[in-house]
Each structure stands twice: as C-alpha cells, then as structure tokens.
C-alpha cells in the first residue's frame, strides 16, 4: 500500500558533499514524522536526523552542523544534504515514515521503512 524510495546515494570524497532523497507513494492519507537512519557494516542501524511534519528537526549528534534534514509535505517526500563528509558516514541510509492510511471511517498510522540508499566516503 506504501512505498518508500530512496534515491541519491553514491561515492563522494572525504569533505564533499551529496543529497539523498526519499518519495512515499501509496493511497497516502497523512505523514507525521520523517526520518533518516544509516546502518554501517556490522553496526547496528542508528538515527540520523527527523523532521515532524511542521519542520521541527532532531539531529543525531554525529551530524549535526553537517547535514540538514527537510521534507516536501505536497511531494510526500524527505531530503538529507550531506555536507562535510567522512569516511565514517559511509552506510545504507534508510528513509523512515509515520504513515496514516484511511481505514473505513478512521485512520490507520503505520510505520513504513524504504529498501535503503548507498552513500561511501572515500578517496
């Protein structure tokens, strides 16, 4: 019913910079939070950033001054600018969303996760 799609990643240079993407599709009633978490090889996956759906920002301390979260409530869609890169934010970064969904005379909020984008940090 939900679809997540991330899109943007790729390999960047320590200091470079890259924005990631992500579009929710579906029969889409409302979406609260959005967020973006990273999961590095044999690392748990951890919280990057989130944006309520008035714009109130969460940072996790790792990034914060370096990358800025925003969203598009019309486009259903979430960004991340990546700016000063380092080899250490090298992960899948995963797009998150609080999804409500009409359920007969009511709504449903489910939790939607996307299949995860590629961003490397290296020389």
């Known amino acids: 019913q939900v679809q997540l799609v991330e899109s943007g990643g790729g390999l960047v240079q320590p200091g470079g910079s890259l924005r990631i993407s992500c579009a929710a599709s579906g029969s889409i009633f409302s979406i609260n939070d959005m967020g973006w978490f990273r999961q590095a090889p044999g690392k748990q996956r951890e919280l990057v950033a989130t944006?309520?759906?008035?714009?109130?920002?969460f940072y996790a301390d790792s990034v914060k001054g370096r990358f800025t979260i925003s969203r598009d409530n019309a486009k259903n869609s979430v960004y991340l600018q990546m700016n000063s890169l380092k080899p250490e934010d090298t992960a899948v970064y995963y797009c998150n969303a609080d999804v409500g969904l009409r359920n007969g005379g009511g709504l449903m909020w489910d939790d939607y996760w996307g299949h995860g984008t590629q961003v490397t940090v290296s020389s």
């Open positions: 944006i309520s759906r008035a714009g109130r920002t």
